[in-house]
């Protein structure tokens, strides 16, 4: 059950695929007895399944500031998150006019952990890395009550289907990271962070929360693990770059 006269709290990217971070979040919510407006692209099996859990269902485009408005009027407590995109920044600002507009008590802002790494002088070649950087700002100029995660890559959404099947298939990990370390954090664990800091904002607003995995290692590290874990040699494969697009694209994902 609901609590008795309490406004919804808004999870954007709820229906979304890599990672879930936004479905866990809101069936976290829900588990608490709280209110939930779930913002999807379209209605389909996902938005349904999000209904029958107790969610309030909303369609809407991130990039349409009249879909936004709807979705976050309301609602005092919002969690943004997207999936990575050529319109990620537009959809940010969008989200930070009408949350300005309507008033917020927190808005969640899933960002990515090479951020904290970032600065005018000290930026990256990565696209998606520059918006992510570049929507930090915004928010943080917005004036807004905004609580910042910063994740490393998502184990079960990203690195696990990614590795997997080169290690099944030719017992390697084929990845372009060099010589670069990460640590890959749990996707349901975020999702606890985020939820925590929804229901309960007042301590959070205006920090930043780094999330990782319990080891940081290359990738001839990983595949140390995976060795032990199979019980079979895996090695690292470091990959070009154009590789890795082709990779992604195949696997339907967005590239970094």
């Known amino acids: 059950m609901h609590t008795a006269n309490s406004e919804s709290i808004l999870v954007t990217g709820a229906a ?4 879930a971070v936004g479905r866990t979040v809101t069936g976290l919510l829900l588990e608490r007895g709280l209110s939930v407006r779930a913002m999807v692209r379209r209605e389909d099996e996902r938005a349904a399944a999000l209904r029958a859990a107790g969610a309030e269902v909303v369609i809407g485009d991130l990039l349409e500031p009249a879909d936004v408005y709807r979705a976050v009027r309301g609602c005092r407590r919002v969690y943004f998150g997207m999936s990575l995109s050529a319109g990620y920044l537009e959809a940010t600002v969008t989200m930070a006019a009408v949350a300005r507009e309507v008033g917020l008590d927190v808005l969640v802002n899933m960002s990515q952990m090479t951020v904290s790494q970032m600065s005018l002088q000290n930026t990256t070649s990565s696209p998606q890395q520059r918006q992510h950087w570049l929507s930090e700002q915004a928010l943080s100029w917005s004036g807004l009550p905004v609580v910042t995660i910063r994740p490393t890559v ?3 959404g990203f690195f696990l289907p990614l590795t997997g099947p080169s290690v099944r298939d030719r017992d390697r990990i084929e990845l372009p990271f060099g010589h670069g370390k990460t640590n890959p954090v749990s996707a349901a664990d975020v999702a606890r962070v985020i939820a925590a800091i929804l229901a309960d904002p ?7 929360y780094e999330l990782t995995g319990p080891l940081s290692q290359d990738m001839n590290g990983v595949a140390r693990d995976y060795s032990q874990a199979l019980n079979r040699q895996v ?3 470091d990959m070009p770059p154009n590789d890795w697009e082709r990779t992604l694209k195949q696997a339907a994902c967005p590239s970094t």
């Open 16 to 19: 979304g695929q890599f990672g």
């Open 154 to 156: 998502f184990l079960e």
């Open 202 to 208: 007042g301590p959070h607003l205006g920090q930043i």
């Open 235 to 237: 090695t690292y494969s």
